[in-house]
């Protein structure tokens, strides 16, 4: 039984998809937060070249991906689609399942799909510095990456508290060219500012946007990128899922369920988007964002405007949220951890286009750890919850006794996150609920 | 330009080549250390099952692989040939670089594929354990992935040094299944008499060695498992060779050189030996054998009759050794610090038909960061030495004008060795040299 498709780099995705074109509804528009306006090209120009705002505003369907940037994918794209056929035997399961592995690339996980592109849109725009924040390093790591492929400098915030726990990730930065500062800084007001009254804070990434914003609108010739939430970064992602359908149309078949994790959203659209193309069409497909039961945006947050960090300094977005002042509690899915969701995929799930669904972090585990020995593939704790919701999906089909066919993202490996698997295996993994924080 | 290859499931290979079948001399035989006579199937019984001990002494040409092995291979198998392409461009060389890359495997290098062989051979044999040592813990968590697979135990010994300060590598021995014991421990004769005398010893690998062994013998049900020099091993490695072959084929070239990084033997062979087959049948090949100038085996080693292990417990094998006592320095290329080389490898040096370069550790990092920055993938410590040694003729080509074609066996990942690019980057790394220990 053939296990793995690959398509030749002929396949790489010539065009990005942009779901706006074909939504059934208009979504909300990004507000100013003084004004309560739509926000302007010119109100993100600042932060973004033009090219980029064009994007994130754009209605139409296809957008060319430039040659540059395929040929800068063709280093680890396309990515593997393989059939978990050891797994599906280890579930004594009826139902076929599928994933989409994205951990090949540089870093280990989808990022690079959009920074790679960012980077190559900020270059040709004559930015010459990017500069960005990041939590656990995944989005930081790849950022950095894709700006020496494109030879911009790269200036990384990353949490205080991530920078002294997870030297690996600093050390890829560091090798990728870019320079890392621990957040709260000096090197900035906000920074300043928070240090002052707390030496010791570890930082959070809502100090750590603060301070990359700060210093990336004090140059022309440097800008901000963000790895997830925003339109066009979720754009970027569909080549994940266009992909999939021609391995999927390899395999000769067509998934009941499309499974992604859900953090800001950017993976679990990147794979969805180009198949909810289908379902508003009619075709049938169910499609699951899995998120943590500590963090649950879809599951329970509000749908309504608020900012997309804690500081307040973006625009006002519509979104499931759960307050821009949540604090999630610490959990190794440390990309799980942000209180709002893509607009988007919010609007997506408001009218009923996708469903979500929560999971506690010890389950989620014990589902991946079940993977890794029999896919030899060790997930990423923030992939570990697509992972779960497939091996829940394929269950289910057991029970009910149905050939049923799931297709899930396997967005990244967990090799730089094996403490999480070491707590987990030796029954230190704490079962983190929701905690409301003002 | 197409920089990926890969083969479909059904190319995995149907034979394991072994290269004694092709030998233009017959290789010497290992001796008892007691009669100084070959050894016997019989002498090897208490460590190995008889159908590896007839692989280990067999001049069969192609030896068939079983189903269930390449049914197990087919997780990871085939592996990918992918073209330098960006390397090229970045060393403006009019060499053609490919390398084989085994760092898909599931514990990231090329060690699965004797550990899935071995583990499958034991398994039919009645065996219910398999015990074994690792340093760094390549070896130690290939074997255990490959006993979860057949559903054997697995014991490892694991160098309490390592086992301290490598936690990563013991967590993924950890959810393999594996038990794993800090060496030396209490659990053995042997090591509990170096800890009567020592109580903090921080353990060595021939330590490890002798507790291994040392628990292996006591049952009929348990036996003993070796990760590189013996000839069955090198011979299972000899998959990655014959699919880097058809691969080249693919891509319509046949390589001026090959390279692979030595320390035992085994990844190097794995490249090497199908090619050199058609080396002895009359086709032109550079081999080329890359090695630590701290533990320089073939460059500075003598031919001769020596131990496998430092306590004098195995045969003596005819190979370069820089004899039995020697304790190479601490280097982060933690698998190539081997006194000795496999037996075939040195007869073939000892023949003419391989070659051997030692390279220092501050110029094989500044090889493998260049690798990573424009091939995306961090190689392993020990893998860099093969990367450098392709990067040296890739300039020697540009400086002779010369298009010659490279193909190197990328053995592993460095992403659980971060911390020697850590060193690296900070510019901490020694340029250790080889020191004599008595």
């Known amino acids: 039984m053939q296990k793995k498709y690959f398509l030749p780099e002929a396949d790489i995705p010539r065009n990005f998809y942009n779901i706006i074109a ?10 100013h937060p003084a004004t309560r306006q739509p926000v302007t090209p010119e109100d993100m120009s600042p932060l973004f070249p033009m090219n980029l705002i064009e994007q994130e505003m754009s209605g139409q369907g296809e957008i060319p991906i430039p040659d540059e940037v395929r040929e800068a994918y063709a280093v680890y794209r396309p990515t593997p689609l393989i059939r978990a056929a050891r797994l599906e035997k280890a579930l004594n399961t009826p139902a076929r399942i599928y994933y989409k592995y994205e ?24 930015v010459k510095k990017l500069i960005t924040e990041t939590g656990a390093g995944q989005w930081g790591s790849s950022l950095a990456y894709a700006c020496q492929m494109f030879k911009l400098e790269c200036t990384v915030y990353m949490v205080k508290v991530s920078f002294q726990q997870k030297p690996y990730r600093k050390t890829m930065m560091n090798l990728f060219g870019a320079e890392i500062y621990p957040s709260p800084s000096t090197r900035t007001r906000s920074g300043r500012a928070i240090l002052e009254n707390d030496p010791d804070c570890p930082g959070s990434l809502g100090i750590a946007i603060s301070e990359a914003i700060e210093e990336a609108v ?4 440097t800008k901000y990128s963000l790895g997830s939430v925003l339109n066009h970064v979720l754009l970027h992602q569909t080549v994940i899922g266009q992909e999939a359908k021609a391995q999927m149309e390899q395999a000769g078949v067509f998934p009941d369920v499309v499974i992604g994790c859900h953090g800001g959203g950017s993976n679990f659209a990147g794979l969805a988007f180009p198949f909810l193309r289908d379902k508003i069409h009619g075709r049938e497909v169910d499609v699951v964002a899995a998120e943590p039961l500590s963090c649950p945006t ?6 309504e405007y608020d900012f997309g960090d804690s500081a307040g300094f973006t625009p006002l977005m519509n979104m499931y949220t759960l307050g821009h002042n949540f604090i999630p509690p610490t959990i190794h899915a440390g990309g799980l951890r942000y209180h709002g969701a893509a607009p988007l995929v919010s609007a997506l799930l408001q009218h009923g286009l996708i469903r979500a669904q929560a999971f506690r972090q010890k389950d989620i585990f014990a589902g991946s750890t079940l993977f890794a020995q029999t896919e030899g593939i060790i997930p990423a ?25 799931i297709l899930f993202n396997l967005s990244g490996h967990g090799l730089l996150d094996l403490s999480a698997y070491e707590a987990y295996l030796n029954g230190q993994l704490q079962d983190e609920t929701m905690k409301e924080t003002a």
């Open 22 to 31: 074909d939504l059934p509804f208009a979504p909300d528009p990004p507000l």
């Open 218 to 221: 004090q140059n022309e010739a």
């Open 103 to 126: 951990g090949v690339s540089p870093t280990g996980s989808h990022k690079p799909n959009t920074a790679i592109a960012q980077a190559y849109y900020n270059k040709i725009s004559g």
């Open 381 to 405: 704790p923030e992939s570990a919850h697509a992972v779960h919701a497939a091996i829940a999906e394929a269950e289910n089909a057991r029970e009910a006794g149905q050939e049923k066919t």
């Open 298 to 303: 879809l599951t329970r947050g509000k749908m």
